[in-house]
């Protein structure tokens, strides 16, 4: 895997922004199920379908609305998504912001608190910043009684913490999020919300014993902010886009090409996140902490939910 300040001063197109592949997401096998291997195996789609859709990336993206709803990476279709009103994208949505904050900034004793409580907080912290938080379901869980949600990030949290303290895996997900990062990343940090990581991971069942209706807390704000989203996982790449304002237009690149789908994370909105809850130098640790640990917990998303085969792309400026 490439590492993207080799791209940083490089573009592909014409444009003042390009994407650049970074080759598989890792070369060991992650526990996920979705596979661009199993994609292609079952002839859903062949290479040239994706390598001629990989060219076509950068214009789907487009300007973000700041009066629009944080969506999730996920690649599925939302059709009620209004591609002239469209939020930034980052895993599990606001939700994920809450598990960050914990693992990475939080003060108070994690031994007393619930990921439902930190949901609260967070998001009458997004909400005070005028940032609009959102999250999805998805068709198959609201229209039954399943007690999942349908949002990956959300329905495997527990799962996903315990992968990014997977033996195997722990080396794999540090140069991952260390790739990504570049300046950002700081080594300490990395190794002190790991240890959060590894104290939540100890109390996972008390913790996350009510994480299925942290949706509630954005419905009560908002009825509008839980997007429903259809059809089967269909995502061939993983595109870490550091380009600010703007997002991935999901719905019209899965139209446009045969449902084929991207995971899209908005890291530049992590970051614009992270100077609003944690401002000026004072708060530059705690700061870190958090930027750190939300990539900490995408990347941890992607191992847990894919099998490590879709292609990193990284969206960068010229
Ligand atoms: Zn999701």
Redesign the pocket.
Known sequence: MKQVHDHLKVSTNSSNTGIIGAGKLSSYKWPGAISVAELINNKTYTIGQINNAKQKLNNYYVKVNSSAKTR?I?GRQDPKLDSTNIGPQVP??SLGAALAYRLGAHKEDPTKTTFLQDTNYIINKLLSFGLKPGG?RDVFNSTTQSHKVG????DNMEHILKTMLDPKLVNNHKCIVQNLLNNDYAGDIYLCNLGMATILNCQSERYFMDKQNALDILEKNNKSSIATLSGSHNEVFVIINYVSDTTFDSNRFSKENNGMQAFGYDIWRTKQVAELIFPGPKHATDKSKYIVARVMFTVATLMALTDGSLELLYRVSK
Do not use: S
């Open positions: 999730c996920d599990g949505g999805h949002c990956g990030a959300l």
